[in-house]
């Protein structure tokens, strides 16, 4: 298997645990100083596991890798990314509604784990589609 191939793996890895919502192996596959950076914030692992859990937990957040391209150590994700807001999450009520909508994330992978992450989607869309206003 080429390098790009064993650094798509990763990130294939990666989107099955997350659809999951199994943090323990997300965390196991990003490099202890993982930088991970997205639409609501950046950090280490810690900052941003409780993010993901609310994403996870409130919105049923599922992502379909829609293409994966490598070059080198970076490998580009393009997903359908769908949810359903069905229980709290971000200090808001679950609405019941859902969501359809494309996100990217972008992957370092140094020594097979997740040196870096960053991550755009529509938040806006997303929020508007879920019910949820601003606070």
Same mark, same amino acid.
């Given at each position: 298997?080429?390098?790009?191939?064993?650094?798509?793996?990763?990130?294939?890895?990666?989107?099955?645990?997350?659809? $999951? #919502?199994?943090? !323990?192996?997300?965390?196991?596959?990003?490099?202890?100083? *993982?930088?991970?950076?997205?639409? @609501?914030?950046?950090?280490? +692992?810690?900052? /941003?596991?409780?993010?993901?859990? !609310?994403?996870?937990?409130?919105?049923? @957040?599922?992502?379909? /890798?829609?293409?994966?391209? *490598?070059?080198?150590?970076?490998? =580009?994700?393009?997903? %359908?990314?769908?949810?359903?807001? %069905?229980?709290?999450? +971000? #200090?808001?009520?679950?609405?019941?509604? &859902?969501?359809?909508?494309?996100? @990217?994330?972008?992957?370092?992978?140094?020594?097979?784990?997740?040196?870096?992450?960053?991550?755009? $989607?529509? &938040? =806006?869309? !997303?929020? $508007?589609?879920? #019910?949820? %206003? =601003? &606070?």
């Amino acid at each position: 298997m080429s390098p790009e191939e064993e650094n798509k793996a990763v990130v294939i890895r990666y989107v099955e645990a997350f659809n $999951r #919502g199994d943090l !323990q192996a997300l965390r196991g596959l990003m490099a202890d100083d *993982a930088e991970i950076q997205g639409v @609501m914030g950046h950090g280490l +692992f810690e900052r /941003i596991e409780p993010v993901w859990r !609310q994403l996870i937990d409130g919105y049923s @957040m599922q992502l379909r /890798i829609e293409e994966l391209v *490598a070059e080198g150590r970076i490998v =580009a994700a393009k997903y %359908t990314e769908t949810g359903t807001f %069905t229980r709290p999450a +971000f #200090g808001h009520e679950p609405t019941g509604k &859902s969501y359809e909508l494309v996100a @990217m994330e972008f992957f370092e992978i140094e020594g097979g784990k997740i040196k870096r992450r960053w991550g755009a $989607r529509d &938040s =806006a869309s !997303q929020l $508007r589609h879920l #019910g949820v %206003t =601003a &606070s």
